[in-house]
């Protein structure tokens, strides 16, 4: 058992100096390749974010521009619609001053 330990204790020995170091070049050009890709994906999100953001505004943008339409006819066709009634109201009043001067000549 001990001739195990020995043996495992000289493996891990050897692993370890087989193992690069911190301050070893390969491993400090795979951090800054890591990290140049962190900051390509938080660039690129950003730039998703900000497009989301603009298509948004266009959103609300077109909402109130066609809330604002609607208002617009809406307040149209009560103004024609009243115009309407005004005209029949006076197309009926003519007809009772017709209707009116009729039977008083008659009398």
Do not use: F, N, W
């Not at 009243?82 to 008083?104: C, L, V």
């Amino acid at each position: 058992m001990k001739k195990h330990l020995i043996v495992l204790a000289a493996v891990m020995v050897v692993l370890s100096a087989l193992a690069p170091a911190a301050d070893d070049p390969a491993v400090k050009a795979r951090e800054a390749e890591r990290a140049e890709a962190a900051a390509a994906r938080a660039k690129a999100k950003e730039a998703r974010d900000a497009a989301k953001a603009e298509q948004k505004r266009r959103d609300a943008e077109a909402a109130a521009a066609e809330a604002a339409r609607l208002a617009r006819e809406k307040e149209e066709e009560a103004a024609r619609q009243a115009a309407a009634e005004a005209e029949q109201k006076a197309k009926r009043d003519a007809r009772y001053a017709a209707r009116k001067d009729r039977t008083k000549k008659k009398r």
